[in-house]
């Protein structure tokens, strides 16, 4: 996939859905707030699975490392380094790549953002639903007590797990046929 400059791959073709991504949902929320910025595309939703939004986790130093799995404060701090580069030294981060960062939120197609209890994101990502919501962009907060990052993917047989799978197919089928 092409990459514009930022390291944000171009939207997708108008009335297409985001997401879910691994190795970094902030890239699937970055997509329309770029086309946002362009007025080119419009998304029938933005499909968010324990995204990685806030570059300022890294130096978070209230995080409980020992109820995390898989992501941990180290992890956060290398995945951002890598994906933001000699960026995160002066912390000069641009809003697209850190999703968390941007003002605006408004004009932003719905969000259905999923993420567990014990995820290292799980504060950054309840923190952006929520401003969603406040510059009325329709978005619905999935929260899984107990669960860790990727934890849908690892124990891909649980109930739990399903269910995870089940409410962003939903979204998804909902989303599709209104839009």
């Known amino acids: 996939m092409p990459v514009v400059p930022g390291g944000i791959?171009?939207?997708?073709p108008p009335a297409a859905p985001w997401g879910p991504a691994r190795g970094g949902?902030?890239?699937?929320?970055?997509?329309?707030?770029?086309?946002k910025e362009r007025g080119?595309?419009?998304?029938?939703?933005?499909?968010?699975?324990?995204?990685?939004?806030?570059?300022?986790?890294?130096?978070?130093?209230?995080?409980?490392p020992r109820r995390l799995?898989?992501?941990?404060?180290?992890?956060?701090?290398f995945?951002?380094?890598?994906?933001?580069?000699?960026?995160?030294?002066?912390?000069?981060?641009p809003p697209l790549a850190a999703p968390a960062r941007?003002?605006?939120?408004?004009?932003l197609p719905p969000a259905w953002i999923g993420v567990g209890t014990n995820d290292l994101f799980h504060d950054e990502d309840v923190t952006y639903a929520r401003r969603l919501q406040q510059a009325g962009v329709a978005s619905t907060l999935h929260v899984v007590p107990?669960?860790?990052?990727?934890?849908?993917?690892?124990e891909a047989k649980a109930a739990i797990s399903r269910a995870f799978v089940n409410a962003q197919t939903t979204a998804l089928d909902e989303a599709l046929k209104d839009g």
């Open 102 to 107: 941007y003002d605006d939120l408004s004009g």
């Open 9 to 12: 791959p171009p939207p997708a």
């Open 40 to 64: 080119v595309i419009h998304a029938v939703l933005q499909l968010l699975s324990y995204p990685m939004l806030d570059d300022r986790t890294t130096t978070r130093t209230d995080i409980d």
């Open 69 to 77: 799995r898989l992501w941990s404060p180290a992890s956060n701090r």
């Open 79 to 93: 995945g951002w380094r890598s994906y933001l580069g000699p960026t995160t030294a002066d912390g000069n981060v």
């Open 25 to 35: 949902g902030g890239r699937p929320a970055a997509r329309p707030l770029l086309a």
């Open 146 to 154: 107990g669960a860790y990052h990727n934890f849908d993917s690892i």
